[in-house]
Nanobody
Framework: QVQLVESGGGLVQAGGSLRLSCAAS????????VAWFRQAPGKQRDMVAT???????NYADSVKGRFTISRDNAKNILYLQMNSLKPEDTAVYYC??????????????WGQGTQVTVSS
């Protein structure tokens, strides 16, 4: 089973940028899709963006045009470039691996999460 380690979270002002990374510390992404989810306090865990092994991407409407997901299959690293951040983007961000990810029920492995806080 792939183990995932996120990094890159932190505190940023509204309008700023952050880049999250997720490395496979054991195992490989392989043919799996990989994704970013986020969970704000008191809310459910929602999908932010997904990317297939072939590079096909999908985004939540709330982040389209601001966030970019990418993956380096040689290094087994997943990225999330977040621009024009808003206070409502504040959440714990999780990376995830699954054969085909349409929702949290499709995830085979989760990272431990990294906190992103956007101040107004």
């Amino acid at each position: 089973q792939v183990q995932l380690v996120e990094s890159g979270g932190g505190l940023v002002q509204a309008g700023g940028s952050l880049r999250l990374s997720c490395a496979a510390s054991r195992g490989r992404f392989g043919i799996n899709a990989v994704a970013w989810f986020r969970q704000a306090p008191g809310k459910q865990r929602d999908m932010v963006a997904t990317i297939t092994n072939g590079g096909y991407t999908n985004y939540a409407d709330s982040v389209k045009g601001r966030f970019t997901i990418s993956r380096d299959n040689a290094k087994n690293i997943l990225y999330l470039q977040m621009n024009s951040l808003k206070p409502e983007d504040t959440a714990v961000y999780y990376c995830a691996v699954g054969l085909r990810i349409l929702g949290s029920g499709d995830v085979r492995s989760w990272g431990q999460g990294t906190q992103v806080t956007v101040s107004s």
